[in-house]
């Protein structure tokens, strides 16, 4: 089957279209303009079927196009509108684009273990060989400043494009593959094909924000210069902002199978959509002062306790009341002109984005009680957050009440609530009391008469990403349990890091108050690791948590340190 794809130029002023070998150069262009000139036309063939097709920024705006063989990769650069390759390259194993951005585009071979950045600089192409170790890479996504986050078997770091080094680490919980992920203004983001949800984490800080789609999710159109992605479920195309966190139904004449591409000028994105048998691409405007081709905006005001049920149910309403919007329009492009017209009807869409069922219905349980009403506690969904955590911690059926309740009115704003009143609602007053397992896993909060859910178990809940921890390694495990003690001699962070998660799988390194990131690193089974050792034993201390002190062995260690027992190297 022919492969026929889109790319669009970073300035937004070059489309090219692929079919197989033949590649159809379109532009120059100005969308938001009309009395731009009509877009240029321009083809050429690359050497081989089995080929990719990107463009990046100059000056001057390029495109790469990468041909593999059965041994080598040959890379073309090709700056519009000329039609013949300015630089050729190849590199000597069959490799894919892994990322395209800054004037590079990195390459990785089939086996996962050799990257390669190539290097667009002005009408010549030059290869830069990037030092991966023993770790193959899972996968690469260009971010801004020229540079890359770069994901290998149990470490995620950003690297620099140009010098091809790491920067930094990022202790970021991501999705188990299969996944697909990508970068939008500042924020990295990650689809599991299949499932209805998108986790979007922002760079800055590492926060993680979770959106339900109501519907499958099978891929994902973006581009690097735009903060929109565009969902490709089996109900139709959803628009996801990732600044205003906000999801809208996009109306475009969309087949499953059309190859789609964004088309960013400044702040107006539009969607670009190649049907097969055409000749030339739609185009419905998605963002900035034109974008027709979005519904209207899910209302989500804030809530209070007196209304809570009330809001609760009209933002689910509206999400599933979206409404489509019209005026969308195709882009014909022959003989070299542009011809704008109204769309042909299109089929129905009808994605309907969820506010996270499990979490509404804890609110509406909280309203109630409030509200001094008898209400059931909801059963918690075992694939979301809430199950999930009470499984880890391995909790009895009242510490999972509590837990439950206790979220519920944190949910609504009430955070804390009277112990007696708490101890009615349960028909028990252990947890309450602080002699249950909460207070034992340090996850309560006790003052003046009133109890609450600490704060990193809200986070947690949420899916916020920790305050006082960075997590490195694998998924979560049950840590090693108490305080154990290790040598630095004379090794930097990154080296005692590398052994350490080689030996118990997850660990939290502690970056803030040890205190409160003991219990983070619990929450999150990890084994919490300070290369600070303090003066004294850490209070409260979860039970089961674990903490690795990194000390040297010539400074004078606390009482307590002393008697800190060797890490054994052994699981």
């Known amino acids: ?42 083809r050429f063939e690359l050497e081989g079927d089995d080929a990719e097709l990107v463009s990046v920024m100059g000056p001057p705006i390029v495109f790469v196009a990468m041909v593999r063989t059965s041994d080598a990769t040959r890379v073309s650069l090709f700056v519009p509108p000329e039609t013949q390759p300015t630089a050729r390259i190849e590199l000597g194993a069959p490799a894919r684009v892994a990322a395209a951005g800054g004037g590079r585009v990195a390459l990785v071979t089939d086996d996962r273990k050799e990257m390669t950045l190539v290097r667009a600089a002005g009408r010549g192409l030059a290869l830069h060989p990037v030092d991966l170790g023993d770790n193959p890479v899972d996968f690469a996504v260009s971010i801004e400043r ?165 809001k609760l149910k009209q933002m689910r309403d509206a999400a599933q009341g979206i409404a489509r919007a019209s005026g969308g329009v195709h882009l ?14 299109t089929p129905t869409l009808t994605p309907t984005p969820t506010l996270g069922n499990w979490r509404e219905a804890l609110a509406g349980f909280a309203t109630e009680i409030l509200a001094g009403r008898e209400s059931e506690l909801p059963e918690p969904d075992p694939d979301e957050a809430l199950a999930v955590l009470i499984k880890r911690l391995q909790l009895t059926t009242q510490a999972s009440r509590a837990l439950a309740m206790l979220y519920a009115l944190y949910l609504v704003g009430e955070p804390a609530i009277a112990l007696a009143k708490l101890a009615g609602e349960l028909g028990d007053w252990t947890e309450v009391l602080g002699q249950g397992q909460l207070a034992a896993l340090a996850m309560l909060e006790r003052a003046g008469g009133k109890v609450a859910l600490a704060g990193a178990v809200g986070d947690l809940l949420d899916g916020a990403a920790p305050r006082e921890i960075r997590i490195a390694g694998g998924s979560p495990v049950v840590p090693r349990a108490g305080a154990w003690r290790v040598g630095r001699d004379r090794r930097g962070d990154a080296e005692i890091e590398a052994e350490l998660i080689s030996t118990l799988e997850r660990i939290a390194i502690v970056e803030g108050r040890l205190a409160p990131a003991l219990l983070e690193a619990r929450l999150h089974g990890a084994t919490a690791v300070s290369m600070l050792p303090p003066g004294e034993r850490p209070r409260p201390w979860p039970s089961g948590a674990g903490l690795v002190l990194v000390v040297d062995h010539g400074r004078t260690a606390s009482a307590w340190i002393a008697d800190v027992p060797a890490l054994p190297t052994a699981s």
């Not at 949800?197 to 210069?225: K, T």
């Not at 014909?332 to 009807?345: K, L, M, Q, R, W």
């Open 1 to 42: 089957m022919t492969t026929r794809e889109l790319a669009t130029s970073p300035d937004g002023q070059w489309i090219a279209m692929r079919d197989g070998r033949s590649v159809t150069l379109v532009g120059p262009r100005t969308p938001t303009s009309e009395e731009a000139p009509g877009p240029g036309t321009h």
């Open 146 to 310: 020229n540079q890359l986050v770069i994901g290998q078997p149990r470490k995620l770091e950003v690297w620099d494009g140009m010098s091809g080094r790491p920067l930094r680490r990022l202790g970021l919980e991501l999705p188990p593959p299969p996944r697909i992920i990508g970068a939008a203004a500042g924020h990295l983001w990650i689809v599991r094909p299949g499932t209805d949800e998108v986790v979007m984490y922002r760079l800055s800080d590492g926060r993680p924000f979770r959106h339900f789609i109501g519907a499958p999710i099978d891929d994902v159109v973006a581009s690097s210069g735009s903060p929109l992605i565009v969902l490709v479920t089996r109900r139709g195309l959803v628009r996801l902002h990732c600044f205003a966190h906000s999801l809208f139904a996009v109306d475009a004449p969309w087949r499953p199978g059309d190859p789609m591409a964004q088309l960013v000028v400044g702040d107006d994105v539009r969607l670009l959509g190649w049907p097969a048998g055409a000749s030339e691409p739609w185009s419905v405007p998605i963002g900035g002062s034109t974008a027709a081709g979005i519904a209207e905006p899910i209302a989500q005001e804030p809530t209070n306790i007196a209304n809570a049920a009330e």
């Open 332 to 345: 014909a492009i022959s003989n070299g002109e542009a011809t704008t017209f109204v769309a042909s009807p």
